[in-house]
Each structure stands twice: as C-alpha cells, then as structure tokens.
C-alpha cells in the first residue's frame, strides 16, 4: 500500500515520474531515452506561429467542459471558437517576442490566417454533424484529467527509486530522511465521459490529415490502454476502455460553380473537392432545384453517399478486467527496468526510428568515437523535464489513489 511517507511526496511532485512517452523512448532507444529522460537534453527550437493541434486541442476541451455541457449547441460553439482562436494568438505573440518581431510576414499571415479558418470550420462541422449523436450517448464527468498514480510491488507496497535525479529532486525540494522517491505512472487524459448504462470511457481525440481505416493499431496501442488502467487505479472507475475520435483536418465545403453549366448541371461534380454527401446535397437544392429534381445530380450524390471522403471516425476500444490486469502488470516491468541501477545504455538503431531522429547527430558522432559532447552542449539545453516544465493547471486532478 501506499504509505503516507509516499503520500506526502506524491503530493508535493517530488516522484520519479512514468509517461507514455518515457516508456515509448525507452522502447524505442535506450541512448536517446536517457538523453533525454535521465540528462534532460532537448533541442534548441523555436516557437511556430501557430501550433494547431494544441490550440484545437482547446476548443474541443471547451466543447466537452462537463459544466456547460447542457449549453445548446450554439453557444457550446461559440465558447469553442473563442477558446481556440485565443490559443493561436497566444501563439502567434509568442512567436513573435521570440522572433523580436512585430508582425508576421505575408506567407506565415497567410498561412496563419488559413490554419484559424481550418480549426473554426472543423469545430462548426462537428458541433452540426456529431455533437447531437455524442449528446445521446455519453455525459462527460472530467475534461483534461492529470493523474499519478502509485507504482506497487506484488505485495502491494510503494515502489521507490534510488536515482541520482531522484536524490537531486528531494535535496531541492524535500527535507527529512530520505528513502527514495515514490515511482509513480503519471499522465493526462483528454477527457472522460460515462455512458447511458454507467460505464466509464477514456476519450482520446485527434486530428489528422488521413483518417485510420480500422481500429486495429488501437487494440496494441498503449497509451490510451495504460490511461484506462491509472483511472480505474487512480480514480477507482468503472473504465470499461476508451473511445478514440480522429478528425480530418479539413472540414465539407460547398461545392465548386462550374464557369458553364455542363449537362445540365450548375455545380462541379470532381470528386476531387473537399464536400461530403449532405452539404452538397443542401447546396444544390438551394441553388440549382431545377436539375437536381431532374436528377443531374443523383449519380454524384450516390458516389458521395458510398465513397466520399468521411471528415470524422470514432472507434471504441473495449477492456477487459483481465486486459487491464496485464496492462497494470507490464507497466510496472518495464518500469522497474528503466529504474534499475543496472541498466544498460545502448543504441538501438532502426530504419524507422533512426530516421529524423534529434539526436542523430550525436549519436553518430559517439559512434566514430568523436566529441559527442560538444554537439549536445550545442544543438540541446538543459531543461527540466517537459512533463514538469509545461505541466498546466488541471481542470480536474485524479486524488483516490489505489491501494
């Protein structure tokens, strides 16, 4: 169990901290893992005009706040284009000040303007399209929930990691006697809703420029499967697994005008363009009845109907108790490895993972027996960890911890 020794740390985040995305470097290369997640090297990079996914992000988070959740749909929207549009323009001041800079060049305006139209006619579309169905089936209870939750050994008690950076952390930040700091899975889930039956769902969103033809790679995936497991631990709910939404990064737009009707018909029928079956089915009854009535239309329509391009797939991914259970305990293995004072640093080069890989570099300079050093000391800074250093407030915070 988790003593209140442990307790008193965890609250106070003086932990040794897994993430998913510890876990996946860790995986993926012991030498850029600890680079990055034991010597806390990152590269040098300068802010962007506009980091859409996290300023979407927002937007979707305002959507599903569990306490205006009743709003009609329309002031929902409202509250989610504000949201999101303020986002970009924290941004855009950031890059700005970072740049020393006083407005944005003509291309990166441009471009800028374009992604703020993008976000807000993606929210319009699903608020339109797929809120109302999403209102008939779940209720959300925590938008942009943090948890850590206690790592424990079979017998049940708190784990405790011995490492240079823990002791580190605790002389900063701690005082008393010292017996290691709590080993703790930490993260922060997009959202979590129940259903109309009492389950509970982790709900993970994103955006993409090609949508996932199946939910296979979800089955595997761990992330969202690792979150499922914290909040049953963590929050003691009834998880019953998550639902992952993906949207296009695009949103239906009307269709294109032909200069000359062609066969009858006003409207262009490429299905090259960016429409999906209603709205061009809506625009072409309103502006060109007649040929639609004579069924200039319909094979188009057809086409949309059964192999147009779809803007929006939700998939839901179901855990069992017994997936959850192994879940728990494959975590905690590797987990233990990462923290073990015998581990082994090594590179693990891949075609894949090698390729655009930040520490490249480097890592090649270490391999010719080169001074690697220097190029770290150049092209990385030393930083607190990401999780610590870019760690917002909660909405909600998970604070049952599991015994």
């Known amino acids: 169990m988790t003593d209140g020794y442990a307790v008193d740390l965890i609250r106070r985040k003086i932990t040794h901290e897994i993430h998913v995305s510890t876990c996946r470097s860790f995986r993926g290369c012991r030498r850029r893992w600890d680079w990055i997640f034991r010597q806390n090297l990152y590269p040098v990079t300068t802010a962007k005009p506009l980091e859409f996914g996290v300023a979407f992000h927002k937007g979707m988070e305002t959507l599903f706040c569990p306490t205006t959740w009743k709003f009609p749909d329309n002031v929902l929207l409202a509250l989610a284009e504000k949201a999101f549009v303020e986002v970009c323009e924290e941004q855009r001041k950031k890059y700005l000040r970072a740049k020393d800079l006083y407005a944005l060049d003509d291309d990166d305006q441009h471009d800028y303007d ?3 139209e993008l976000g807000r006619g993606m929210l319009r579309y ?3 399209r797929q809120l109302p169905a999403i209102r008939k089936e779940y209720v959300p209870t925590h938008v942009e929930v943090s948890f850590d939750v206690p790592l424990l050994d079979e017998q049940g008690n708190q784990i405790y990691c011995k490492c240079k950076a823990c002791r580190q952390l605790f002389a ?5 006697r010292w017996k290691g700091n709590p080993l703790i899975f930490s993260g922060r889930v997009d959202l979590i809703v129940h259903d ?3 389950g509970y769902w982790c709900w993970d969103w994103k955006t993409a420029a090609q949508l996932s033809a199946s939910d296979t ?4 995936d761990d992330q969202v499967a690792r979150y499922c497991w914290a909040l049953r631990v963590g929050l003691g709910l009834n998880i019953r697994g998550f639902i992952y939404h993906e949207q296009r990064k695009a949103f239906p737009q009307p269709p294109k005008e032909n200069k000359n009707r062609r066969l009858g018909r006003l409207f262009s029928v490429n299905v090259n363009q960016a429409t999906d079956y209603d709205t061009y089915k809506a625009h072409v009854i309103e502006f060109d009845k007649q040929a639609y009535e004579e069924g200039c239309y319909d094979e188009f329509l057809d086409w949309l109907k059964v192999a147009g391009t779809d803007y929006y797939r939700k998939f839901t991914i179901y855990k069992s108790d017994y997936q ?3 879940i728990g305990e494959d975590l905690l293995a ?3 490895d990462m923290i ?4 082994q640093i090594y590179p693990m080069p891949g075609k894949f993972s090698c390729n655009g890989c930040a520490y490249q570099s480097p890592c090649l300079s270490k391999n010719s027996g080169l001074d690697y050093e220097y190029t770290l000391e150049t092209l990385f800074e030393k930083q607190e960890p990401y999780y610590r250093r870019n760690r917002p407030p909660s909405t909600e915070k998970a604070e049952k911890w599991g015994s």
């Not at 900063?172 to 008393?176: M, R």
């Not at 790679?217 to 595997?220: A, G, K, P, R, S």
């Not at 073990?340 to 581990?343: F, G, Q, Y």
């Open 114 to 116: 374009e992604r703020i």
């Open 126 to 128: 699903f608020v339109e």
């Open 172 to 176: 900063k930040h701690g005082g008393g």
């Open 196 to 198: 109309m039956q009492g």
């Open 217 to 220: 790679f979800l089955e595997l």
């Open 324 to 326: 959850l259970e192994r």
């Open 334 to 336: 590797e987990s233990l």
């Open 340 to 343: 073990s004072p015998n581990l």
